[in-house]
Nanobody, 121 residues
Framework: QVQLVESGGCLVQPGGSLRLSCAAS????????MRWYRQAPGKERELVAA???????NYADSVKGRFTISRDNAKNTVYLQMNSLKPEDTAVYYC???????????????WGQGTLVTVSS
């Protein structure tokens, strides 16, 4: 059983910064990829940033230069540093990870419960 728990979401003023965290716990053999998605009210869920085993990092065009994703493999944790926040960044942010619980089992796609980020004055 694997669990992803996000934290760090809150109300922040435009131009402010936040750091989101997502920790994976349970039986973990390896984590192939860790991603942050977000879903704004009335919109589809979209990929924000991803870090893949080996170090490949990708960002949505809307957050490039403002957001930074990082990963602590020892802690099975992924972070999202968000700077220069805009009202349009308001959304529920979800952590996603591709996790193998045992070496001889296929990887599973796991989701956290989400954390709300509200950017407003």
């Amino acid at each position: 059983q694997v669990q992803l728990v996000e934290s760090g979401g809150c109300l922040v003023q435009p131009g402010g910064s936040l750091r989101l965290s997502c920790a994976a716990s349970g039986t973990i053999f390896s984590i192939n990829a860790m991603r942050w998605y977000r879903q704004a009210p009335g919109k589809e869920r979209e990929l924000v940033a991803a870090v893949i085993s080996g170090g490949t990092i990708n960002y949505a065009d809307s957050v490039k230069g403002r957001f930074t994703i990082s990963r602590d493999n020892a802690k099975n944790t992924v972070y999202l540093q968000m700077n220069s926040l805009k009202p349009e960044d308001t959304a529920v942010y979800y952590c996603n990870a591709v996790i193998k619980t045992y070496a001889d089992l296929p990887a599973s796609n796991e989701w956290g419960q989400g954390t709300l980020v509200t950017v407003s004055s």
